[in-house]
Structure formats: C-alpha cells, structure tokens
C-alpha cells in the first residue's frame, strides 16, 4: 500500500508521489484504491468521506457550499437536496463533476461575505457560507428555494440565538434582499 499518497488524489498527483499509471490500475484491480469521480480516486485504507465534496473541491477552488445545501450543513432546514448547491465568482469556470451539483454564480465584491472553509479530507477543503449569510441569500434567491424555506431557515436560527443584528449587517450588501427580512423578523418577533 502506498500510505504516502493523500487520501484523495487524481491520477497526475499519484504520478508525483512515484506512482505509475500501471501501478495505480494495479491498486484498482485489487482494491486498494477505488475511483470516486473521473480521473478522481481515494485510498481504501482511509475514513469515509463524501466524495462528491471532495470531488467539488478538486474541480472548482472557490467552489462554496450556499443555499439548501449550507442550510443542511448548519442544521437550518429538513430538507435534503438533490443536488449540491454550490455557488463559483461570477465568470469562473464551473467543472464537469459526476456529482449532482446545481451551480449558482455570485458577484465577485460579495462572494467572500461570510465564507469559511471546511475540510473535506486531509488535503482539501471546500467554502462553506455562514448561516446569516446563508439565510440572507435564501431570502434573495427564495424564487428558486422557496419562500418557506427561508422563513424556516429565519425561525430556526432565531430559535438557536440567533441575532437579527447580525442578519441586518449582512443585508447591507445586499439591500434587495433586506424589505423581505425586515418583514419576516417582524411576523416572528
């Protein structure tokens, strides 16, 4: 076993840590390594992991994790998406993934707004929007999740602490989006 490899990797990285393309469809055929993605493939010996957000994070580095799919990650709907939602700068090229992702574009001056990174494995990570940022984009983007799922996502987060402070600092960038906030703090405070 080639424990030096990264948990993930593509087949261009296994040629730089010594491994040839016959040794690596070698490691296929007997298992100790397995495909996850086109050119994509994981050590067997490793922690599970999702592979398509490993995948995602491969394919596209600013690739950031928003609407449904964030809400899901900090426990702010019962939904669970279909499809990854995943938001790229506007203009970046969006990847070719055999995961399901349903891309978004976001301007580039707000993109950063609010964005982390969590790890994915023990060399990638992925952006992850933060959860007032995210609420705040549910309700600009509501026609394409729903108006119910921005309001559950508002009442949840209210529920855990939540400071409609917070959400208001973020809505200054994007002043669309404040009109409907403002009126779904003031039905639920």
Not at 59 to 69: F, I
Not at 141 to 152: I, K, S, T, W
Request: charged residues 25%.
């Amino acid at each position: 076993m080639h424990s030096h490899l990264p948990t993930s990797f593509t087949a261009a990285d296994a040629t730089q840590y010594g491994v040839s393309r016959r040794e690596l469809q070698r490691m296929l055929a007997i298992g100790e390594v397995e495909r996850v993605g086109r050119g994509l493939y994981r050590r067997t010996d490793s922690a599970p992991l999702d592979h398509d957000l490993v995948e995602i994070a491969m394919r596209a580095d600013k690739a950031t994790l928003c609407l449904v799919s964030a809400l899901a990650r900090h426990e702010l709907t019962d939904l669970i998406p279909a499809a990854h939602d995943v938001a790229l700068p506007r203009g970046a090229w969006r990847p070719r993934t055999s995961a399901f992702v349903r891309w978004h574009t976001f301007d580039r001056p707000t993109f950063e707004l609010g964005r982390s990174e969590v790890s994915v494995d023990d060399t990638h990570a992925l952006g992850l929007y933060n959860a007032p940022r995210t609420i705040v984009d549910a309700f600009r983007l509501r026609r394409e999740v729903g108006p119910e799922v921005a309001n559950e996502a508002l009442r949840r987060w209210l529920r855990q602490g939540g400071e409609p402070s917070e959400l208001m600092r973020v809505t200054n960038s994007f002043p669309a989006a404040k009109p409907a906030i403002l009126h779904a703090l003031q039905v639920l405070l």
